[in-house]
């Protein structure tokens, strides 16, 4: 590239199995799961990541930040579930949780916290089937 010309807006995509796409590296991760966790701190402090992007509602965003103040003490965050006057959601902000994991430790390493899942009615993160955390030892993300 020559001085002062724009770079190549086009992504540069690796083989099809690879969790970058341009300047993006993706982190499929299973909630609740400490596995994933210290694989997303790893990840982390290797790269240092100007941004850190997880997959959250961006309502809950402030919520999270005052749980992760409270860390290594767990934390609740509770609200109130659509459509339903008597029931409530509630999500633990766990150290052993990859997504809160991924908030501190961008947190730690200076990088630009983002909050990207849009407000629906759902919950965040609902119980899914996931593959068994230990098998990350031997397959990979």
């Known amino acids: 590239m020559s001085p002062g010309s724009a770079p190549d807006p086009s992504p540069n995509l690796t083989e099809a199995g690879s969790l970058r796409r ?23 402090l290797a790269e240092r990541p100007r941004i850190v992007a997880v997959e959250l509602p961006v309502t809950l965003r ?13 934390s609740v965050i509770l609200y109130p579930e659509e459509g339903e006057e008597d029931r409530a959601v509630y999500i633990p ?8 994991e991924a ?10 916290l983002e909050f990207v899942e ?3 009615d759902k919950r965040p993160h609902l119980p899914d089937r996931y593959p ?4 990350l030892r ?3 993300l």
Do not use: C, N, W
């Not at 402030?62 to 767990?74: F, S, T, W």
């Not at 908030?103 to 630009?112: F, H, K, N, V």
């Not at 068994?132 to 098998?135: G, N």
């Open 22 to 44: 341009g300047r993006f590296t993706y982190f499929p991760v299973a909630p609740g799961k400490l596995e994933f966790a210290v694989a997303v701190r790893r990840a982390l």
């Open 62 to 74: 402030q919520a999270y930040l005052r749980a992760l103040e409270r860390l290594p003490e767990m």
């Open 93 to 100: 902000i766990e150290p052993a949780d990859p997504f809160v």
């Open 103 to 112: 908030l501190r430790t961008g947190r730690e390493i200076g990088a630009e």
């Open 118 to 120: 849009p407000d629906f």
């Open 132 to 135: 068994d955390p230990y098998s």
């Open 138 to 140: 031997h397959v990979g």
